[in-house]
């Protein structure tokens, strides 16, 4: 549809979902939050997708929340209540999530960011978190945030609403690559053909295994990783995996043109 502010479209095996709103710098107005929500439950729900790659349009990644919808809204009724749902649908994503941002990411831009598994970015893009120069806090991209960055930092750029480079974004947690603009499709199609490569139900039971509250007794965890780590060795795609590597041929997830 030509008014969509948000594409997606597949190849082999990897879901791309373009933010288009370059107009307002790709903010997270309510059309563009309810078309995200829905391309990224398709991509999630589709058996074909192994890898989901969160793309945009414009000289912008995402500016964050769009502020003119903010505007004299109720707390009830800011748009901010539904941007929860986004960044946990990204972050317990079953299928590894790779940001791709030829720009700038800002507040809410960069909770997305960090809700993603794979992070890559040209090395002139930019981040800052500037909730509290305009007076609110970032309290709900801290919940994604604050895992990937380093507790020094992070007190740092949140309460002081500092612009930071990529190269500070990838020595700080946010980012796994910075590179030169020109080489950054090289880079994203580099992370999408190493994660196309892993079983789909490994990489999400992994993505589970990641996320998961560590016990404080050794012995538990282990106890935990190896039913775990056992049940993956039979089944059928870990067995089909070790056929495969025998064999010396790719397992039969593995995408082909």
Not at 25 to 53: F, G
Not at 193 to 209: E, H, I, V
Not at 215 to 242: H, N, V
């Amino acid at each position: 549809m030509a008014d969509e502010l948000v594409h997606y479209e597949i190849a082999r095996g990897v879901a791309r979902i373009t933010l288009d709103s370059p107009h307002n710098r790709n903010a997270l107005s309510a059309q563009l939050r309810r078309e995200l929500r829905a391309h990224l439950s398709a991509a999630v729900e589709d058996e074909a997708v192994r890898v989901i790659v969160l793309d945009h349009t414009g000289p912008v990644f995402c500016a964050g929340m769009d502020l003119k919808e903010a505007g004299g809204a109720s707390a009830a009724d800011q748009g901010v209540n539904e941007f929860p749902a986004i960044l946990e649908q990204i972050w317990t994503s079953p299928k590894p999530v790779v940001a791709k941002l030829a720009g700038p990411a800002r507040a809410g831009g960069v909770g997305i960011v960090a809700a993603a598994d794979i992070a890559v970015a040209a090395a002139d893009a930019t981040f800052a978190f500037t909730e509290v120069r305009i007076g609110v806090v970032p309290a709900i991209i801290s919940v994604t945030v604050l895992p990937r960055l380093l507790p020094r930092a992070a007190h740092e750029l949140f309460l002081t609403g500092e612009k930071f480079d990529a190269a500070r974004a990838v020595e700080i947690g946010l980012l796994n690559s910075a590179v030169p603009a020109d080489q950054l499709d090289a880079e994203v199609d580099r992370y999408t053909g190493m994660l196309a490569l892993g079983g789909p139900n490994a990489l999400s039971a992994t993505k589970a295994m990641l996320r998961r509250e560590r016990p404080s007794d050794m012995s538990s965890d282990f106890k935990d990783m190896l039913a775990l780590s056992a049940r993956y060795f039979a089944s059928e795609e870990g067995q089909e995996g070790i056929t495969a590597f025998a064999q010396k041929r790719p397992a039969r997830w593995v995408p082909t043109d």
